[in-house]
């Protein structure tokens, strides 16, 4: 059993790492601190709305270390590495953090209360993308030569686009842990065996 279950999360987490830096192909210019408008911060919140803190945690350092060792995992085809010295440096940081953040508190949610998880993964999402705009803010902080307030304001073009992504990511983690409810440990009570007519 083990075995098997290190063998699910090597897949779940290979997957939603794949997924991620497919989506660096959508990216919209903002005239935001050269920060642009990406998909790849919601689909990190969805890694820890699906799979928990633990695994979440997983893809995002998996996500990190790829783009450290020069792969292209960002929106325009840029590595962590090249990222490292530019103002989204803050951000990159927060795609490791944030679904660990989004996990643990989506685990969290009450077993067999459909209305509760849905709650559990509104809060767990905005808790992963606000740690994402902290860490960027700190970043814009460092690498701009802004003050932290100014940091935060940069945030608010990001909001509107980002709270539509989120839902997205809420209703598709909410449809998968219907679909798979082993995910978060609500697999059904075994059925007890039937006696053995003799």
Known sequence: MKKNSTAS??????????????FAFVSIPSPTAGVPIVMQNAVIVLAGLVLGGRRGL??????????????PV???GRSALSALAGPTVGYIVGYAIAPFV?????????????????????LAALAGLATQYLCGSIGLVFRNGIDFGAALM??????????????????????VHAAFPDLMGRTSKQQPLPAQSV
């Open 9 to 22: 999360t090597i897949a779940y987490v290979a997957v939603f790492t794949a997924l991620i830096i497919v």
């Open 58 to 71: 997983y893809v995002g350092l998996l996500f990190l270390l790829l783009g450290l060792v020069g792969l």
């Open 74 to 76: 960002l929106a325009g």
């Open 102 to 122: 989004a996990g643990i508190i989506a685990y969290r949610a009450p077993r067999r209360n459909k209305g509760a998880l849905i709650g559990f993964l509104i």
């Open 154 to 175: 940069a945030q608010i073009p990001f909001l509107v686009p980002d709270f539509i992504k989120i839902a997205v990511m809420v209703a598709i983690a909410a449809a």
